[in-house]
């Protein structure tokens, strides 16, 4: 290997290494929420005192991801035309200024306003960041770079798991938890901004580096790869984000756990077996990727297979330890799933459309997350049992595997990509 080439390789493994605490933070201040539910509700009484307060509850969760979905777009849109790297550094410190916010507030209002915001400032944050790690590493270690990234989020999600203890602790709380990472994230947005480096892009076929939005999304959507992948990223999301917020209530009130323990017991198990479908799916993928175009579609199908068998598990578990058995199934394929969307996405279009192409994904996705937040709070209400519910989730799991088999990578593009 030439001195050139172990340059940009450590570069490249420098850029996914600088992101990946950003990425841990990005969740963190998102999951904390969840686990520390009872004890946020108790503080706010608007909240707490409400008849319907898991659908304020849930709306509020869902309110976030609406907000988030929108300004997906746009994020992906400034990242693909201006530097990631300043696009990730005030995202950072914009979502941490807001997280030290959060500690503050005292009434339902406030704490909806507060989450708007967050959802407004996080939202540039992973489009930027995934096309950051794409545009560094070529086709052959994609997987694994943001496989590495999104372990980072996992982490997050599982300190986010423990914040149940926290909040229910007499001496810290959970304002003092939201407090204290606002400020850290505040602080290491500057080594960020200091060291990450973008990626020198080049035109691909004399396509100009910028388009205009309508350009853009013509151009997107006249791909039809490209709306398979984001009906396939979309309908799984609805399972994705009640298991990711509503898991620690579930657990709660069906196994009669504590606050903190409840929260632990939902991330903890399926965050660690992601860790190991990440680094699985990400080896696998870009190994098959060499020989085959179709390599990462077919072991993401695979990862969403397993899903399909996790939720009908979780939705029909009459144990605590069936529960957590087939959370963890869930995680394992979800780490398949989740390491190989922008490397499949950096199949079909070119680089400059990256980041856009993501933050489509994500508006499409999250808004489908958010309308489930909020549904399965009235659900909550309604006592509709958890087996209809996560039966229904299954079958848009099942049938998306159809979907991701029929997607076809670009040759040319898989073969550019080859040559980077």
Same mark, same amino acid.
């Given at each position: 290997?030439?001195?050139?080439?172990?340059?940009?390789?450590?570069?490249?493994?420098?850029?996914?290494? $600088?992101?990946?605490?950003?990425?841990? $933070?990005?969740?963190?201040?998102?999951?904390?929420?969840?686990?520390?539910?009872?004890?946020?509700?108790?503080?706010?009484?608007?909240?707490?005192?409400?008849?319907?307060?898991?659908?304020?509850?849930?709306?509020?969760? *869902?309110?976030?991801?609406?907000?988030?979905?929108?300004?997906?777009?746009?994020?992906?849109?400034?990242?693909?035309?201006?530097?990631?790297?300043?696009?990730?550094?005030?995202?950072?410190?914009?979502?941490?200024?807001?997280?030290?916010?959060?500690?503050?507030?005292?009434?339902? =209002?406030?704490?909806?306003?507060?989450?708007?915001?967050? !959802?407004?400032?996080?939202?540039?944050?992973?489009?930027?960041? $995934?096309?950051?790690? &794409?545009?560094?590493?070529?086709?052959?270690?994609?997987?694994?770079?943001?496989?590495?990234?999104?372990?980072?989020?996992? #982490?997050?999600?599982?300190?986010?798991?423990?914040?149940?203890?926290?909040?229910?602790?007499?001496?810290?709380?959970?304002?003092?938890?939201?407090?204290?990472?606002?400020?850290? *994230?505040?602080?290491?947005?500057?080594?960020? #901004?200091? /060291?990450?480096?973008?990626?020198?892009?080049?035109?691909?076929?004399?396509?100009?580096?910028?388009?205009?939005?309508?350009?853009?999304?013509?151009?997107?959507?006249?791909?039809?790869?490209?709306?398979?992948?984001?009906?396939?990223?979309?309908?799984?999301?609805? &399972?994705?984000?009640?298991?990711?917020?509503?898991?620690?209530?579930?657990?709660?009130?069906?196994?009669?756990?504590?606050?903190?323990?409840?929260? +632990?017991?939902?991330?903890?198990?399926?965050? #660690?077996?992601?860790?190991? *479908?990440?680094?699985?799916?990400?080896?696998? @993928?870009?190994?098959?990727?060499?020989?085959?175009?179709?390599?990462?579609?077919?072991?993401?199908?695979?990862?969403?297979?397993?899903?399909?068998?996790?939720?009908? !598990?979780?939705? =029909? &578990?009459?144990?605590?330890?069936?529960?957590? &058995?087939?959370?963890?199934? /869930?995680?394992?394929?979800?780490?398949?799933?989740?390491? =190989? =969307?922008?490397?499949?996405?950096?199949?079909? +279009?070119?680089?400059?459309?990256?980041?856009?192409?993501? !933050?489509?994904?994500?508006?499409?996705?999250?808004?489908?997350?958010?309308?489930?937040?909020?549904?399965?709070?009235?659900?909550?209400?309604?006592?509709?049992?958890?087996?209809?519910?996560? !039966?229904?989730?299954?079958?848009?799991?099942?049938? @998306? +595997?159809?979907?991701?088999?029929?997607?076809?990578?670009?040759?040319?593009? +898989?073969?550019?990509?080859?040559?980077?």
């Amino acid at each position: 290997m030439s001195m050139q080439l172990q340059k940009t390789s450590s570069t490249a493994w420098l850029v996914v290494g $600088l992101l990946m605490p950003v990425a841990l $933070l990005n969740y963190l201040d998102r999951q904390m929420l969840a686990s520390m539910q009872s004890s946020v509700m108790a503080s706010i009484p608007s909240l707490g005192e409400a008849a319907n307060r898991e659908e304020m509850w849930g709306f509020m969760l *869902g309110q976030f991801k609406w907000v988030y979905a929108v300004f997906s777009l746009i994020g992906g849109y400034v990242a693909d035309r201006s530097s990631r790297r300043v696009t990730i550094c005030s995202s950072l410190f914009v979502w941490s200024a807001v997280t030290w916010w959060t500690g503050q507030v005292t009434t339902y =209002n406030e704490l909806l306003l507060a989450r708007s915001l967050m !959802g407004i400032s996080e939202a540039f944050y992973i489009p930027a960041a $995934l096309a950051l790690i &794409a545009d560094h590493h070529s086709a052959r270690t994609r997987s694994r770079a943001v496989g590495l990234h999104q372990i980072a989020i996992y #982490l997050g999600i599982i300190g986010g798991g423990f914040g149940g203890y926290v909040a229910a602790d007499p001496d810290l709380g959970w304002r003092a938890a939201f407090t204290s990472c606002g400020i850290l *994230g505040m602080l290491y947005a500057v080594p960020v #901004l200091l /060291f990450v480096r973008d990626a020198k892009q080049k035109d691909h076929e004399g396509v100009p580096y910028h388009s205009s939005p309508v350009a853009s999304v013509r151009e997107l959507f006249t791909n039809f790869s490209f709306i398979l992948l984001v009906l396939y990223f979309t309908l799984p999301a609805m &399972a994705g984000w009640v298991v990711r917020d509503w898991m620690p209530g579930i657990l709660r009130t069906q196994f009669d756990l504590g606050q903190g323990e409840a929260g +632990v017991a939902a991330t903890l198990p399926w965050q #660690l077996s992601a860790i190991v *479908g990440v680094l699985l799916g990400g080896w696998l @993928s870009d190994r098959r990727s060499r020989t085959n175009d179709r390599g990462r579609t077919q072991c993401s199908a695979f990862g969403m297979s397993l899903i399909v068998l996790a939720i009908l !598990g979780m939705g =029909n &578990a009459s144990t605590l330890s069936f529960a957590l &058995a087939f959370l963890m199934l /869930f995680g394992l394929g979800w780490g398949f799933f989740d390491c =190989n =969307n922008m490397p499949i996405l950096s199949q079909l +279009v070119r680089p400059q459309l990256r980041a856009t192409g993501y !933050g489509v994904m994500n508006f499409f996705s999250i808004s489908v997350g958010g309308l489930a937040d909020w549904g399965f709070g009235r659900l909550r209400d309604q006592h509709v049992p958890l087996s209809v519910t996560f !039966g229904g989730f299954a079958a848009l799991a099942m049938f @998306s +595997v159809i979907l991701v088999l029929l997607i076809r990578p670009t040759p040319k593009t +898989v073969r550019q990509e080859d040559n980077q």
